[in-house]
């Protein structure tokens, strides 16, 4: 089956197709849902954090140049989305809990013990600064290099393996607490 | 840093599982688009009205550590009102309101790029490139702003942050990085 590019969608959206961008939601959810959630560490929140993304870049689609470099451009409103959606969290002082790595669940059968292994790492994850956790989720789960996670989150290189070297330690110190 | 850890790669190899949200997301997030104004294409480049020779207050700062320049200065001006399109998704609806163009200037002698990054750009890190002036190492954009405050800084060179020493410091931050703000009042 023969797919559209991600430059084609973007210019039928701006030629006035708004059902384009049913393809674009379609072809970048999972990804961006990931990241939020592994951000932000419940469902409910992704999902906010995931829709206001596209709902934000379809708005500003017209500053996407170019539009080969849709994906990147969303990823890049969605981190946005997620640092301001978890700051608002933290200010509401809501705790965060790993039983939302049950949108995991519902698709594949988990042990328990794999179940315990996943909250484990979903409470390690959240016990990380914002930036620490942002750094780590960059580096090591959307594998982007150092470079684009600068260009990406405005913060210099070495702030940046820093954080991720951090967030190496107290993740190993976390669950080996907890699977040690 | 990067050295081998059956623990942490373990955990990394979980994360990296694919995650399913709801499935009518997309009908949802298609709903919305609905509600509101379609994209334009061609949006005007920003420095079209790039007007750097506008006199603006400027301070002295301190030096910009990791630069070859010994020193920047900064204004941050308003320059008039500018009937563009908003910026800001968050702001409200561009017809009941008029844009200003509010002029972003940095002085960086041993800059190559300068880029300012902000809420009203979703914090992009290259969507607004200053323009560097022939001498004196000024770089400047002119960006149209609905009214609203906004928190910014300056990325030089891709890498570092520089707040705007002209303009007051924003008091919420939720990384630490130094941003500023800026307030554009309506007419």
């Keep these: 089956m023969r797919t559209e590019g991600d430059a084609a969608l973007v210019r039928r959206v701006l030629g006035g197709d708004t059902g384009a961008y049913a393809g674009l939601v379609a072809r970048y959810r999972d990804r961006l849902g990931r990241y939020a959630v592994r951000m ?24 996407c140049v170019p539009p080969e470099r849709f994906g990147a451009w969303l990823f890049a409103i969605l981190v946005n989305r997620c640092r301001t959606l978890g700051a608002q ?73 820093m954080r991720v070297a951090r967030a190496r330690d107290e993740l190993r110190r976390l669950l080996e607490d907890q699977h040690g | 840093m990067d050295e081998r850890d059956p623990l942490i790669d373990r955990a990394i190899e979980t994360l990296r ?25 061609g949006t005007q480049p920003l420095w079209a009205a790039w007007d750097w020779l506008r006199r603006g207050r400027s ?44 002029q972003f200037v940095l002085v960086a002698p041993g800059a190559s790029t300068v880029t300012v990054v902000g809420d009203f750009n979703d ?40 707040k705007d020493p002209a303009a007051p410091p924003a008091l919420e931050d939720d990384f630490g990085r130094p941003n500023s703000v800026v307030t554009v009042r309506g007419s």
Excluded: C
């Excluded at chain 1, 596209?54 to 500053?63: A, K």
């Excluded at chain 2, 599982?17 to 294409?41: F, H, K, N, T, Y």
């Excluded at chain 2, 900064?74 to 009941?96: E, F, H, K, M, T």
């Design chain 2, 17 to 41: 599982e694919p995650v399913r949200l709801d499935p009518s997301m997309d009908q949802r997030i298609m709903a919305e688009l609905e509600r509101g104004p379609a994209p334009r294409a």
């Design chain 1, 89 to 161: 969290r933290a200010r509401r002082e809501r705790t965060v809990v790993s039983e939302e790595a049950v949108v995991e669940r519902a698709s594949v059968e988990h042990t328990a013990a794999d179940d315990a292994w996943r909250d484990a790492i979903a409470w390690a994850l959240a016990q990380l600064t914002a930036e620490q956790r942002e750094a780590f989720v960059l580096k090591y789960v959307e594998e982007l290099s150092y470079e684009e996670m600068s260009e990406l989150t405005g913060a210099g290189i070495s702030a940046l393996k």
């Design chain 2, 59 to 102: 301070v002295t700062v301190s030096p910009l550590g990791g630069l070859a320049a010994a020193a920047a200065l900064a204004a941050l001006i308003l320059v008039g009102q500018w009937g563009a399109a908003r910026l800001n998704d968050s702001a409200p609806p561009a017809a009941a309101l008029e844009a200003a163009a509010v």
């Design chain 2, 123 to 162: 914090w992009s890190a290259t969507a607004t490139p200053l323009r560097r002036a022939p001498g004196d190492g000024l770089w400047a954009v002119s960006v149209p702003l609905p009214p609203g405050r906004y928190r910014y800084g300056f990325l030089v060179d891709g890498a570092q942050w520089v």
């Design chain 1, 40 to 63: 932000l560490g419940n469902a409910a929140d992704a999902e906010e954090a995931v829709q206001d993304a596209f709902v934000r870049g379809y708005r500003s689609l017209g500053r």
